[in-house]
């Protein structure tokens, strides 16, 4: 067991890394932190046992600590580490206890805090509706509220499970570990009781946090599209009317004290808002303060305003312009079905997608023109596709009108809406991507300038001018993929349709945290996926050349359609290994999202496999995953190791792919993540092996199968292979650090990939 220092406010452990070590708190403290809570660790309190595949929370320092540190992959490691040691066993197990506690309890606490804000929503909204018929006055439309649900758990933590954490902790707790530290598998099996119990409350957690972080603005908004807005509205109108208005005051006085006490809310929105309230002159007329606000806002609500004649002025139309498209977004409407591919309809979709791109250009420019700042009307057409109301369904477009407050659920470090992309794009922060003829944007300038279309002087000036790459990226990526995201190629319409929007917007959007959890799942099984050799080199230290594997997670673009197939783009983002490949995915979907991704994944691992080998791809004598691949699908009719029913299988299979081998692979890689990952066997013994060798399961996985006949002689040549390596890097890190190198990060996590 190694001990280690860490100074104050140091990471530890970060979320979303591979959790390859376990840490005890030997002296100091250090703050677990997520989205939703901060949890002190103090001595003897153990980092990562609540977390399994990748850590859920940073873990920081909250002061100078020693940690005690030891690798762990399985409970195996566990029972090693345990081994004998009954003094740390008691440690363990009091430590998992303890913090099995303080996880329930604030898991406790957010599930109280979640059920009163639901509460106190429909309460006040209830009762603004009173205040409406007390007062004779109108109330606002506030279709937000319809579909404001109760949260429905997926991870739930019951009430007996805190009482039962509280008495054993409060009572027993001695009692408990006197017989659980008895016995090495006594002990573990409490362990990872209490470690799954963990693991489940904080993915229960994140749900909660994830609620709240959707329906706040349903109170309190950057927006003023809430429930506090409707109040202060009343309050002006009944002032204006004469009328006793303090127990409206009482009220919004109220609302005031629980949105501080809520403490989920901005400081700075929260004061701003508050003190437009307080600050505000009564003594104005309703109609001075709607005046005021239009000529602030310069737009109604996206249910009662004319939402395509607006994106298009922003774009700068003429008025004949705009009737047309209308004219032509009409009659398709009007169609007796809008998934005809009658020479009609055809007509119709081929004249909406051309202005609707045109549109999307113009607009995009504008906005960034703006520095960013555009109507809620213009978001809904940047991010969704959304045109128009009656396209889109009333009660949709509120839905999207309200979404549009919360499109940081959408995007991440590596996760992007279609604007935030062509954003990027603009700002210089990523490159255009490949067109359909494989030509990144510095090779379509150079064909350009090949067939005379350009001069050689102009190629420094387009390659630099920003405006070009955006009409770049739209013209070819965009188009295209936005088409093949949706599905249904030949009735493709860009402008977002009620008929696709088959579940709730709530339900149906694709939120980065959906698309990371998905990427995750399968990361735990085939941890290899997105590693690539990349060079490190520090000739001083006796290090020339030395190939180390680096994790480049793919960027993902998120088309502004409601869709059905997700699309793997490109393998890298250029010439570079270590740059992150492009997936597409619709922003809205009813089909399963895991299964969307695994398929894309399976793709990549291909397209990726053939960008490194280059022309030896299929080349047998150049070992690799297409190649190996490529030679069974081709030769599996004499094939000796393959049975009849096997041969007829792959048969099938290529039928099915039209001869494409790439497709059969992914269906096969399907069938490795989903089943054979669990034991359930759909493979046979050819794929099976090329997969355990170039498709590797994680450590824990490995460790479940080596019992199986099936994965034995596969797995155990895995092993040996992999042993190897460990050997030589453990040889060659020596001499590096004898020579005065230091095992940076870098190498630290090579070593852990070839110890996974």
């Not at 799942?521 to 180390?548: C, H, L, Q, T, W």
Request: hydrophobic share 35%.
């Amino acid at each position: 067991m190694e001990t280690i220092k860490v100074q104050r406010n140091q990471l530890i452990a970060k979320q979303k890394d591979m959790v390859r070590k376990w840490y005890i708190v030997l002296e100091g403290s250090v703050v677990q932190m997520n989205s939703y809570a901060r949890i002190l660790l103090e001595k003897n309190s153990v980092i990562g046992i609540s977390e399994s595949g990748r850590y859920l929370c940073d873990y920081v320092a909250r002061e100078d600590s020693t940690l005690a540190v030891f690798n762990y992959e399985s409970p195996d490691d566990l029972k090693t580490f345990l081994n004998g040691q009954e003094n740390l066993r008691n440690l363990m197990l009091r430590a998992a206890l303890k913090q099995r506690h303080m996880l329930l309890e604030t898991y406790a606490k957010f599930q109280t805090l979640v059920r009163q804000f639901h509460s106190f929503v429909e309460t006040e909204y209830n009762d603004y509706t009173l205040f409406c018929s007390k007062y004779q006055v109108e109330g606002q439309s506030f279709s937000r509220i319809d579909n404001f649900k109760p949260l429905e758990m997926v991870h739930r933590a019951e009430n007996w499970e805190v009482n039962n954490s509280t008495s054993l902790i409060r009572g027993y707790l001695d009692e408990y570990l006197q017989l659980m530290q008895k016995d090495d598998s006594l002990c573990i099996g409490a362990l990872m009781e209490a470690a799954y119990q963990m693991r489940r409350v904080m993915q229960g957690l994140i749900e909660m946090v994830e609620y709240l972080r959707y329906n706040q603005d349903i109170l309190l908004s950057e927006s003023e599209n809430d429930i506090f807005h409707l109040y202060f509205e009343l309050m002006i109108q009944v002032q204006a009317n004469h009328y006793d208005a303090k127990p409206l005051a009482d009220r919004i006085n109220r609302m005031i004290g629980v949105i501080r006490k809520l403490n989920i809310y901005d400081e700075k929105l929260a004061n701003r808002r508050i003190e437009a309230y307080q600050n505000y002159d009564f003594t104005k007329t309703p109609q001075e303060v709607q005046e005021a606000e239009t000529e602030e806002n310069g737009t109604e609500s996206v249910t009662t305003e004319d939402c395509m004649t607006h994106i298009l002025t922003y774009a700068g139309y003429q008025a004949k312009d705009i009737a047309n498209a209308k004219a032509a977004l009409q009659k398709y409407r009007e169609l007796p079905d809008l998934m005809s591919t009658d020479t009609e309809a055809f007509g119709l979709r081929k004249q909406i997608t051309a202005f609707f791109y045109d549109a999307y250009y113009k607009v995009f420019m504008r906005t960034m023109k703006n520095r960013g700042r555009a109507s809620k009307i213009v978001q809904m057409f940047l991010n969704f596709g959304f045109m128009d109301v009656e396209m889109a369904g009333e009660e949709n477009a509120s839905a999207l009108e309200d979404l549009a407050d919360h499109l940081e659920v959408c995007n991440s470090s590596h996760i992007f809406t279609i604007y935030q992309w062509l954003k990027s794009i603009y700002e210089g922060k990523n490159e255009p991507s490949k067109n359909e003829f494989d030509l990144d944007y510095n090779g379509y300038l150079a064909e350009l300038k090949k067939t005379g279309k350009i001069r050689a002087e102009q190629i420094k000036e387009y390659a630099a001018n920003r405006e070009l790459k955006v009409r770049y990226e739209i013209q070819n990526m965009f188009t295209t993929g936005n088409r093949a995201t949706y599905g249904k190629i030949t009735t493709f319409c860009p402008i977002l349709g009620e008929y696709d929007l088959i579940n709730s917007v709530e339900k149906m959007i694709v939120t980065a945290q959906k698309i990371d959890s998905a990427l995750d799942k399968i990361r735990a099984v085939d941890f290899s996926v997105f590693y690539r050799e990349v060079v490190f080199s520090d000739p001083d230290k006796g290090i020339n050349r030395e190939m180390i594997m680096k994790e480049v997670l793919p960027n993902i673009i998120l088309m502004p359609n409601a869709g059905t197939r997700a699309m793997m783009w490109q393998e890298t983002a250029g010439v570079k290994r270590d740059t992150s490949a492009r997936f597409m995915m619709p922003i809205f979907t009813a089909v399963d999202l895991d299964d969307m991704m695994i398929e894309t994944v399976g793709r990549y691992r291909w397209e990726i496999c053939r960008k490194i080998q280059g022309v030896h791809w299929n080349d047998i004598r150049e070992r690799s995953l297409t190649s190996e691949y490529c030679d069974y699908l081709q030769f599996y009719r004499k094939n000796h190791e393959l049975s009849a029913d096997a041969k007829e299988k792959i048969k099938a299979a290529l039928l099915r792919g039209k001869n494409n081998y790439r497709e059969v692979f992914t269906r096969d890689y399907q069938n490795w993540i989903k089943y054979e990952a669990k034991g359930s066997f759909r493979l046979n013994k050819i794929a099976r092996e090329i997969l355990v060798t170039y498709c590797p399961f994680s450590r824990a996985i490995r460790e479940d199968l080596k019992v199986n006949p099936m994965y034995q002689n596969a797995l155990h040549r895995f092993e040996l292979l992999n042993a190897k390596k460990v050997q030589r890097l453990n040889g060659l890190y020596d001499k590096y650090t004898k020579a005065g190198g230091v095992i940076s990060q870098e190498l630290k996590d090579n070593m852990d990939y070839y110890s996974l």
